[in-house]
């Protein structure tokens, strides 16, 4: 299953970094914020990292290798504790993007599925199981139709708790 890591770049290498992991068909996020500075005597606004050096990945280790993943040229290292790789919450990551001010960020926070597609419940009590997507219900959850025990029934989860099946 997909989950969210978090590498460590070389210094002013995320660039390089997010253009080989693209090019491995591996997903990747680099939050952005827009501030003001000073610029010959006036403010200017200026898009800078929101974390600096540190880029999340979304990738499924069964699929991708470790080694695959610290020899992308300007990764440094994979953050972990121990000898385990820490996967980052979905929640986390999403509140990020929809916190960021870049459009890449605002296109991949809306990437919500239409009505009938189906996806995967990844957070909650009933992480694992299949449903198709509904309907938006507010800004932040969203109406799934779930199949248990040979029932259907629609249940409201927040966005970050699914992701759309390709």
């Not at 890449?104 to 009505?115: C, G, V």
């Not at 199981?129 to 509904?134: G, L, P, R």
């Not at 959850?141 to 966005?159: D, G, H, M, P, Y």
Request: aromatic fraction near 10%; hydrophobic fraction near 35%.
């Amino acid at each position: 299953m997909k989950k969210w890591y978090l590498a460590y770049c070389k210094p002013k290498e995320e660039a390089r970094a997010r253009a080989h992991l693209d090019a491995q068909g591996i997903e990747s996020y680099y939050p952005m914020v827009e501030i003001e500075k000073l610029r010959r005597g006036k403010r200017v606004p200026v898009k800078e990292p929101m974390f600096p050096n540190y880029l999340f990945i979304y990738v499924d280790l069964e699929e991708v290798t470790p080694v695959t993943l610290k020899s992308t040229r300007g990764i440094s290292r994979i953050i972990h504790f121990g000898s385990e790789w820490t996967p980052i919450s979905n929640k986390l990551v999403y509140q990020l993007m929809s916190r960021d001010d870049s459009d890449e960020a605002r296109a991949s926070y809306a990437k919500l599925p239409n009505a009938g597609d189906k996806v995967l419940i990844e957070e909650g009590p009933l992480a694992g199981f299949e449903a198709i997507y509904m309907e938006p219900d507010g800004e932040k959850r969203a109406i799934l139709l779930v199949s248990l025990l040979n029932k259907e029934t629609t249940s409201s989860f927040e966005n970050h708790a699914f992701r759309r099946i390709d």
